[in-house]
């Protein structure tokens, strides 16, 4: 039972994701679940590759499909890729295949290097009582220190987002500073949801401080850091996701 229920609270964390695939799939025609050759129509390996998928072009999963099994062969594709375990934040190198423990309560997921992937971790009973909670950005960074990422928001319930009523958000991290900007001009509502926690991993050095600077105002944030994953944790920037900002690691 609780593994079972593990598992649900992890997939409805990622909710904000989803729903975001789906909007671009509607706009663009492109499907939340991929085949690999989709995103990697250049490496053979992936032609044949059944047994995982993409979610987007952001998270690996390779389901453990016999009974019995305790681990898996995992095949990321991109040489010049890295490869993150969502649970652990591991990394895992591209252009090869790599054996992956896999007891009952674990499945293998890995966020791509050079995504961020927006989630909400807070425990509901339900998605209908998520609409307003905050938002965690996880940033998993390629071997260049790079990533970007998008977050789509409307009232979850209406087809108002035809009407322009929505929100859409660009997010860049670059040169040691995370932007999030407006998405799309056309598209603007307000909403109560904010931005809880940025989670960055893949960084080489812990900086000496954390920046937020947003509606022309500065302000010096909390965080922690975990130098054997390279993984900063940044608390409660606070912003709502609707909002210009900008958080810089000095």
């Known amino acids: 039972m609780k593994i079972i229920r593990d598992a649900i609270r992890a997939r409805y964390s990622y909710l904000p994701f989803w729903y975001t695939l789906f909007y671009e799939g509607e706009q663009k025609g492109v499907p939340p679940m991929r085949p690999l050759w989709v995103e ?12 995982e998928y993409l979610l987007g072009s952001a998270l690996l999963v390779k389901p453990i499909t016999e009974p019995g099994q305790t681990g898996t062969q995992v095949y990321f594709p991109d040489m010049d890729g890295v490869w993150y375990d969502i ?15 896999a007891p009952l309560s674990k499945i293998p997921v890995f966020q791509r290097g050079g995504t961020i992937v927006p989630r909400k971790l807070r425990i509901r009973r339900s998605s209908s ?8 950005l996880v940033v998993c960074l390629n071997k260049n220190g790079f990533a970007n990422g998008s977050l789509y928001v409307d009232d979850y319930h209406t087809f108002n ?30 909403t109560r949801e904010w931005v809880e926690k940025v989670i960055i991993v893949g960084l080489k050095a812990e900086p000496k401080s954390v920046t937020l600077r947003s509606k022309g105002v500065e302000s010096y944030l909390a965080w922690s850091f ?15 996701i ?9």
Not at 87 to 101: C, I, L, N
């Open 40 to 51: 990697f129509p250049k490496d053979p390996n992936t032609f044949t590759m059944d047994d």
């Open 87 to 101: 649970d652990t934040y591991k990394a895992y190198q591209g252009g090869q295949s790599t054996y992956v423990e």
């Open 129 to 136: 009582l998520m609409v307003h909670d905050p938002f965690t």
């Open 161 to 190: 987002y035809r009407k322009g009523e929505y929100i859409l958000r660009y997010f860049t991290f670059e040169h040691n500073e995370l932007l999030s900007q407006l998405g799309d001009q056309f598209g603007k509502t307000a």
């Open 226 to 240: 975990n130098s054997a994953s390279g993984q900063l944790i940044i608390r409660k920037p606070g912003v709502n």
């Open 242 to 250: 609707a909002t210009d900002f900008s958080i810089k690691l000095s």
